[in-house]
């Protein structure tokens, strides 16, 4: 037997003989054909409300018959969350989608203005919280503290920066911690390449920026020499790679990509990782480092290469800026 269109069943998967079913609708217009045996209870609508389901009507019992056993408890499906990825239809309801939820990229391409505003909001206060706790600590200590001083206690503004970015993450751990899984070999590999690559062309931009324009102040050279090559590693190295990547490519890239699809969440968490390391002469690497990181989350579904790949660039600059 053909279920017409517009017709919902239940039991899923189960069409029941006209003598068998009762048939009702939800307010919001769906019509539904519901087996006999399940008169009594209510059902999950597919808009989200409750059905109640009717008794049989004259000429049939009226509530529970004695001799035959109580159907068990039907649990109810759970609760479907909208896709806004193409237009809605004029009949569709139109639901608002609350910033908690984990939504897929491009699933709200076409939501509502009001899901869309509160999805942007949320995105930019999470982005402004993000950019604080990496800005913060290391400002707050300059304020207070000299050159010296500054270059000692930098692995506690790290430390602090860290907390601050789990903090700021557990606000929608799904987007953060969702890509901490293991990815395939060749994304590691890949990823390990192209850090090398992209850390000897930067060596090759210093070079060129200081014999046209003369040397700087060393950071590297500095931090090596008060600090030993490990903390300087660890400081510059590794905890970047970490909690930038669960920044970026984690919490403002997901959130993104529901809006504005995969490609959009690549773009535009790269700008923002660009711009978050300030307007400096390795702004070129930086923008073209944000978005290869975030082309290579997307294709590995991981976060464990990107973290790699930050972590071997920046340990290849310290490596050999800070002889």
């Not at 699933?107 to 009001?114: K, T």
């Not at 692995?155 to 987007?175: E, K, N, R």
């Not at 400096?280 to 579904?301: D, E």
Request: glycine letters at 10%; one cysteine or more; a neutral charge.
């Amino acid at each position: 037997m053909t279920v017409p269109d517009g017709v919902r069943i239940w039991p899923a998967h189960y069409v029941p003989a006209e003598g068998d079913r009762l048939e009702t609708a939800c307010p919001c217009g769906l019509q539904w054909w519901i087996h006999k045996r399940l008169a009594g209870h209510r059902l999950r609508c597919e808009c989200g409300g409750w059905v109640a389901v009717p008794w049989p009507k004259a000429g049939c019992s009226t509530g529970p018959r004695s001799d035959v056993a109580a159907p068990a408890p039907v649990a109810a499906p759970a609760p479907r969350r909208p896709d806004y990825s193409r237009p809605p239809a004029s009949h569709d309801v139109i639901e608002q989608v609350p910033t908690s939820y984990a939504m897929e990229p491009d699933s709200l391409r076409h939501a509502p203005w009001e899901t869309r505003r509160k999805w942007t909001s949320r995105g930019i206060l999470e982005m402004v919280g993000m950019v604080a706790a990496f800005a913060l600590p290391p400002t707050l200590l300059q304020l207070f503290s000299d050159d010296r001083m500054l270059l000692i206690y930098l692995p506690v503004t790290d430390l602090i920066t860290g907390f601050l970015v789990l903090l700021v993450g557990m606000s929608a751990p799904h987007y953060t911690f969702e890509g901490l899984r293991w990815a395939k070999e060749k994304f590691f590999i890949e990823g390990l390449g192209v850090a090398l690559a992209l850390g000897a062309l930067a060596l090759l931009w210093s070079e060129l920026i200081t014999r046209h324009y003369g040397a700087d102040e060393n950071l590297f050279r500095e931090l090596r020499n008060e600090l030993g090559l490990i903390w300087t590693l660890l400081v510059i190295g590794a905890v970047p790679a970490v909690f930038e990547e669960l920044a970026f490519r984690g919490l403002l890239q997901g959130r993104l990509a529901a809006l504005h699809g995969r490609t959009g969440g690549i773009l535009l968490s790269g700008i923002a990782f660009a711009l978050a390391h300030g307007m400096t002469l390795g702004l070129p690497f930086h923008i073209a480092g944000g978005f290869y990181l975030g082309w290579l989350r997307v294709r590995s579904n991981s976060l464990y290469p990107c973290m790699l790949v930050h972590l071997v660039y920046n340990s290849t600059l310290v490596f050999v800026l800070s002889r």
